[in-house]
């Protein structure tokens, strides 16, 4: 059931979105200082490619104040604007039946893109 759902989100918008993550991460890792906040897209990207079947996670790798800047900086400057689109596409999904599996997977990319650091993406 994974498999099908995430080819059906790959077709209606996925592939696309990770793409715009993938491009991302590449812009931000042209500079030494933005190669952290480039491997945070790079792990937006695989989630939003393949979301059915994974989930979310905290990780306790002990990045303490240095993960909290991340996500202060990864906020202002772009995670706001991302998790808005995925709540708009969310509320949107959830219109319909059908939808509503997508849009809950819009809703844990809120999580994700608004605070990327200190999580990790594991298989369900």
Do not use: D
């Amino acid at each position: 059931m994974n498999l099908i759902g995430n080819l059906i989100w790959l077709i209606f918008g996925g592939f696309i979105s990770a793409m715009a993550y993938v491009f991302g991460g590449f812009v931000l890792c042209i500079t030494i200082i933005g190669i952290p906040f480039g491997l945070q897209c790079f792990k937006l990207a695989g989630f939003v490619a393949w979301p059915f079947g994974s989930k979310i996670v905290y990780a306790n790798n002990g990045g303490g104040c240095l993960q909290t800047i991340g996500n202060i900086i990864w906020l202002f400057s772009g995670g706001c604007c991302a998790a808005l689109s995925h709540f708009v596409f969310g509320c949107l999904l959830f219109i319909t039946i059908i939808g509503i599996p997508f849009a809950r997977k819009h809703f844990q990319l809120i999580e994700l893109s608004m605070l990327p650091f200190g999580k990790k993406i594991v298989s369900a």
